[in-house]
């Protein structure tokens, strides 16, 4: 009986930890199972949609730097663009709009034939093409 119950409660453990225990490629795509949303938590990852889906890339930004995200990989027609969007946070009524707060840049896409389509943004300056970005995210996008 004694030995039963050691082996119930090593068996616990190993499952605890086996739940516990994540790769980052899973946790990924784990986070797009609930929506489709993708942030820059997700670069490099694989993003799946069936035909139709909607997809929205949101990315920290603070235009007040001059800085802005710029999508640079071309459209292949798996995805239908709209444009993109900034937000800032709401201030509070009566209060005046707060200077040089970042905010959100936000790209909306809808699968449109099944593919593959590469999204890559660049976090930079409009007036310093010549110098590397800042930041750099690449998302794989799977249209099923």
């Given at each position: 009986m004694k030995n039963l119950s050691v082996f119930v409660a090593a068996l616990a453990v190993i499952i605890l930890v086996g739940c516990a225990t994540k790769s980052a490629e899973s946790e990924k795509t784990l986070s797009l199972s609930y929506g489709t949303i993708a942030t820059e938590a997700l670069n490099g990852a694989d993003i799946p949609l069936e035909v139709g889906q909607q997809l929205q890339v949101r990315l920290q930004s603070n235009r007040s730097t001059g800085h802005q995200w710029?999508?640079?990989?071309?459209?292949?027609?798996?995805?239908?663009?709209?444009?993109?969007?900034?937000?800032?946070?709401?201030?509070?009524?009566?209060?005046?709009?707060r200077v040089?707060?970042?905010?959100?840049?936000?790209?909306?896409?809808?699968?449109?034939?099944?593919?593959?389509?590469?999204?890559a943004f660049e976090y930079r300056r409009s007036w310093e093409n010549h110098q590397e970005a800042t930041k750099k995210i690449l998302y794989r996008v799977v249209v099923h």
């Open positions: 710029v999508q640079t990989e071309p459209m292949r027609g798996m995805l239908l663009d709209a444009s993109p969007r900034y937000e800032v946070p709401a201030t509070p009524e009566g209060s005046e709009p040089g707060v970042g905010g959100t840049e936000i790209f909306s896409f809808t699968a449109a034939r099944p593919g593959v389509q590469v999204l």
